[in-house]
């Protein structure tokens, strides 16, 4: 594996994503799809939500087991594609 591409972390691990979208019907649904397409093992009942104070974003984190850096790489491009989030770190 070249230098650049390696990872600070070790697998498998407990790894949080953190999505932020707009407050409309279907968002939490559509991160929760994307999140259990990569990591199947995912409890739904774990996903934390927040609402802005305005009531206008909402806030999911998803704590995955990680199996692997392609696994993540692969889930934050799906998630960042689609075009109701807004931002995933």
């Not at 600070?8 to 790894?15: D, G, K, S, V």
């Not at 407050?23 to 995912?42: K, T």
């Not at 995955?64 to 998630?79: F, K, M």
Request: include cysteine; glycine fraction near 4%; aromatic fraction near 6%.
């Amino acid at each position: 594996m070249p230098e650049e591409r390696q990872s600070l972390l070790e697998f498998p691990c407990a790894f949080p994503i953190k999505i932020m979208g707009r407050s409309e019907d279907g968002f939490a649904q559509a991160v929760l799809d994307m999140v259990l397409r990569h990591a199947p093992d995912f409890d739904a009942a774990t996903m934390e939500m927040r609402a802005s104070k305005a009531g206008r974003y909402l806030g999911l984190t998803c704590t995955i087991n990680a199996i692997s850096r392609e696994q993540l790489d692969l889930l934050y491009r799906e998630l960042s594609a689609h075009p109701l989030v807004k931002l995933v770190l």
